[in-house]
């Protein structure tokens, strides 16, 4: 539409243009193909569930409409409709300012906002039609599997800046979710010595802490490791041993590793010796002026790092993006999968050369979980901006997708779209006993839906 609209300023042009079509003898033949056309257009739109809530369905809805009633015009009355291209081309600057103006203006609308439909109340936690629901969690922004798949660990997001004013940030728990029995309670844990983070990293059972990104991995050692992302009181990676203990599991606290300042983490991806991948975002001062800006533009603003105790952290060549976001490490592969929100793609990086090996263009990936062969994600069917709608609305039930991925190519091999159901602004997909788990970042409660959907 900014491209349409700056054609309009080029007068040269469009006035040969249309003084080639009016010494056309006729225009019938080319009005009859643009009927055709636009019956199609409109057709196929009209065949799209809910598509009047979306901005760009709508746009081109009209554009279509407004096609096929200029072609019918130009069938039913040409010799009218050469005069009104006359009067144009005469007039020019007096049609051509307003278009470009209406044009643009058209074009940041669809830039800016992607969903205008209602956003529904659902304050009751209950399945429908589309998810199951397991209620009374808070927030569960990330999902695993403890080994005997029994039970899913989710930490309590507590938010992160600039959506949310640093004393608005919360503390959470990490969660374990028994799915036999359909609830949830927090994690039971104790406090062991610092043997797996870096000397310099304290904490005590005393230390509230926000859990974000989490992930688990089996050691070379034997040992499950859970690395989890936290905010409070400051920006660490916090580990602990998961452990089997009379059909339950609990954590053992095995260290910390201290953030620099100037990184603000979201996502981190185990290596079975202990080091680990994490995602930086972006600067911890980023305003929400600038991150709303990034959104649109789609500027670099993070990269992903990786740590080990030999060397600590250090930046991993050719994940740099807009909003960094979910990272896994395909182990076997050599390949570091990476989403970022803000440039609206999922890069799979050869971490040996730096080298971005293939690409996935999807809206505002969250979360990567490599399972089962396949790389599963979560898309927002929305912008950014629109999660302006969400303002006292928990959950907030804004419509997403559930892609899974071929980790070779990152070609879409299924996808599940949701909209108007129980729960929105999801974060993660896990696929486990034959459903997918989908958690939250804004929500009180967790869906899944069975992979024979």
Known sequence: ?????????????????????????????????????ALIGNLFILSIKNWMEYTGFVALFLFSFFALVTSFLVLAAEPMMRRVVGFCVDHYWFFAIPNSIVLWTLGFWLLAWSYIGEVAEIENCVPDDKLEVLCSISDA?????????????????????????????????????????????????????????????????????????????????????????????????????????????????????????????????LSSDGSFFVSHMYKPDLTLNEA??????????????????????????????????????DDTRGILFVAHTFGDRIDAVDVLTGNIVSSFDVNSPDNLVLKDDALWITSWDHSIPDMALCNNKLPCAMPFSVYRLGPDSLRAEQRWKFSHTVIGLATVAFPLNSRVWIGSARSNRIANFSLSR
């Open 1 to 37: 539409m900014f491209l349409l609209g700056l054609t309009f300023l080029l007068r040269p042009v469009l006035t040969w243009t249309c003084h080639f079509w009016l010494g056309i003898n006729s225009w019938r033949r080319g009005g009859q193909i643009v009927v055709i056309l």
């Open 141 to 269: 922004e990330d999902l695993v599997a403890t080994p005997d798949n029994r039970f899913l660990i989710a930490p309590e997001f507590g938010g992160i800046a600039p959506y949310s004013l640093p004393e608005h940030h919360r503390t959470g728990r990490i969660m374990m979710i028994d799915l036999t029995a359909e609830k949830a309670e927090p994690a039971r844990m104790e406090f062991g010595e610092n043997v797996w983070g870096d000397r310099s990293c304290l904490r005590d059972a005393a230390m509230l802490f926000s859990p974000h990104g989490i992930d688990l991995k089996q050691r070379d050692d034997g040992l499950w490791h859970l690395a989890v992302i936290n905010h409070f009181p400051n920006e660490t990676i916090e580990m602990f041993e998961l452990v089997h203990e009379r059909d339950k599991w609990k954590l053992i606290w095995r260290g910390c590793v201290s953030v620099p300042r100037v990184n603000y983490l979201n996502d981190v991806s």
């Open 292 to 329: 709303l800006a990034a959104s649109l533009v789609k500027n670099n603003t993070g990269y992903v790092m990786r740590w080990d105790s030999e060397i600590g952290f250090a930046q991993v060549p050719g994940t740099e993006g807009a909003h960094p976001n979910g990272v896994t490490y």
